[in-house]
């Protein structure tokens, strides 16, 4: 019985994957937030990655999608103690940022062609992040950071709608086989629930939008003068609902049945 199941396992995925092709997609990523979010964000900028299988129709293809996205960075030089006591200037940076992983479904109008439009349909989660990192001013590359610490994390259900166009590469490569090499726009507006999150480059002005009593966020340094500890000012905490448009370019590789 172990063996037949077995067996059925194995003819069922050759199956499936002699059915179905898969199509793999790297994009880089503008997001300019609307509504409360885009009084406080500017605009973000990023990549994305995606992961999909396309049906045997080539109409519809389903998958996965992972972004990220920074839309704030803050730098400052502070005094800073170590853990041995010992006190020294350090470069701190605040970056904000969010993360999306996403389930994906697309329709394409056309199979065949130079130019594919299609739709596509997004539910997922993000997650807003800010980190602080504590770098040594000596090390030019700030390759890896002296402490690092996260001020604050929150993330919430987001829902995304939107078009874009596959361009095949074979009108410039004239070489390549038909629709496995593409050049990819996308554009679509998300739209999520509540989420609590920092942005060290917005305006004082807009710190009202923030929860009470919660709109100031430090973090501890030392006078190396007078040796008080004093709180210094990293950013303001904000609470709007996710909405933002996204503009994405990029490329795609296709792989057939």
Same mark, same amino acid.
């Given at each position: 019985?172990?063996?037949?199941l077995?067996?059925?396992?194995v003819?069922?995925?050759?199956?499936?994957?002699?059915?179905?092709?898969s199509?793999? !997609?790297?994009?880089?990523?503008?997001?300019?937030?609307?509504?409360?979010?885009?009084?406080?964000?500017?605009?973000?900028?990023?990549?994305?990655?995606?992961?999909?299988?396309?049906?045997?129709?080539?109409?519809?293809?389903?998958?996965?999608?992972?972004s990220?996205?920074q839309?704030g960075?803050?730098?400052?030089?502070?005094?800073?103690?170590?853990?041995?006591?010992?006190?020294?200037?350090?470069?701190?940076?605040?970056?904000?940022?969010?993360?999306?992983?996403?389930?994906?479904?697309?329709?394409?109008?056309?199979?065949?062609?130079?130019?594919?439009?299609?739709?596509?349909?997004?539910?997922?989660?993000?997650?807003?992040?800010?980190?602080?990192?504590?770098?040594?001013?000596?090390?030019?590359?700030?390759?890896?950071?002296?402490?690092r610490?996260v001020?604050?994390?929150d !993330?919430?259900?987001i829902?995304?709608?939107?078009?874009?166009?596959?361009?095949?590469?074979?009108?410039?490569?004239?070489k390549?086989?038909?629709?496995?090499?593409?050049?990819? +726009?996308?554009?679509?507006?998300?739209?999520? +629930?509540?989420?609590?999150?920092?942005?060290?480059?917005?305006?004082?002005?807009?710190?009202?939008?923030?929860?009470?009593?919660?709109?100031?966020?430090?973090?501890?340094?030392?006078?190396?003068?007078?040796?008080i500890?004093?709180?210094?000012?990293?950013?303001?905490?904000?609470?709007?609902?996710?909405?933002?448009?996204?503009?994405?370019?990029?490329?795609?590789?296709?792989?057939?049945?």
């Open positions: 019985m172990k063996r037949l077995l067996i059925i396992l003819l069922t995925s050759c199956t499936v994957q002699a059915q179905w092709g199509e793999v !997609g790297l994009h880089y990523v503008y997001a300019n937030p609307s509504g409360g979010m885009g009084m406080v964000i500017k605009r973000g900028h990023g990549v994305s990655v995606n992961y999909g299988f396309v049906a045997p129709s080539e109409h519809f293809s389903i998958g996965a999608e992972m990220y996205a839309y960075r803050d730098k400052s030089r502070q005094e800073y103690t170590f853990d041995d006591g010992t006190v020294a200037p350090m470069d701190i940076i605040v970056s904000n940022y969010y993360i999306t992983l996403t389930a994906y479904s697309r329709w394409y109008f056309r199979t065949e062609g130079s130019l594919r439009p299609y739709v596509s349909g997004k539910l997922g989660y993000a997650r807003f992040n800010t980190d602080l990192n504590i770098y040594d001013p000596d090390d030019d590359d700030h390759c890896e950071p002296v402490e610490d001020l604050y994390h !993330g919430t259900l829902g995304q709608l939107g078009a874009g166009v596959k361009m095949d590469m074979q009108l410039i490569f004239k390549l086989d038909p629709n496995v090499f593409s050049f990819e +726009g996308f554009l679509g507006f998300t739209q999520g +629930g509540q989420v609590s999150y920092m942005n060290a480059d917005a305006e004082p002005q807009h710190q009202h939008h923030s929860p009470p009593g919660t709109d100031h966020v430090t973090a501890d340094f030392i006078n190396t003068q007078t040796q500890i004093h709180k210094h000012h990293v950013g303001y905490l904000y609470s709007n609902p996710v909405q933002m448009l996204e503009m994405r370019l990029g490329f795609a590789l296709y792989f057939g049945r």
